[in-house]
């Protein structure tokens, strides 16, 4: 199992910048694809990006390359998403998802999910 914690979110201006962190516990950190998806109030949860378990390979939403940034440390059991260019668009609250070796851009292969962390962007 493991078990996930983000942080990082906040209310920022248009064009501004974030680092969300989601810290990891447990075993087997580098065994996990991981990602990032967001939910806006009244929609469904979609996918930001991720990185896999092995070998670090990322794909994106399409909206979101470009301004985005998934990286990981398996040494810290550690994810991040740099976020830049920020758009009132991106305001949601921000999940991060393990997958035992998978992922996708589905929501179904995250078994574990942390809390959430609220990203608001102003206009």
């Known amino acids: 199992q493991v078990q996930l914690v983000e942080s990082g979110g906040g209310l920022v201006q248009a064009g501004g910048s974030l680092r969300l962190t989601c810290a990891a516990s447990g075993r087997a950190f580098s065994n996990y694809g991981m990602a990032w998806f967001h939910q806006a109030p009244g929609r469904e949860r979609e996918f930001v990006a991720g990185?896999?378990?092995?070998?670090?390979?990322?794909n994106y939403a399409e909206s979101m390359k470009g301004r985005f940034t998934i990286s990981r440390d398996n040494a810290k059991s550690a994810l991040y998403l740099q976020v830049n260019s920020l758009k009132p668009g991106d305001t949601a609250v921000y999940y991060c998802g393990a997958a035992w070796r998978g992922g996708g851009t589905a929501q179904a292969p995250y078994t574990y999910w942390g809390q959430g962390t609220q990203v608001t962007v102003s206009s």
């Open positions: 990185i896999a378990w092995s070998g670090g390979v990322t």
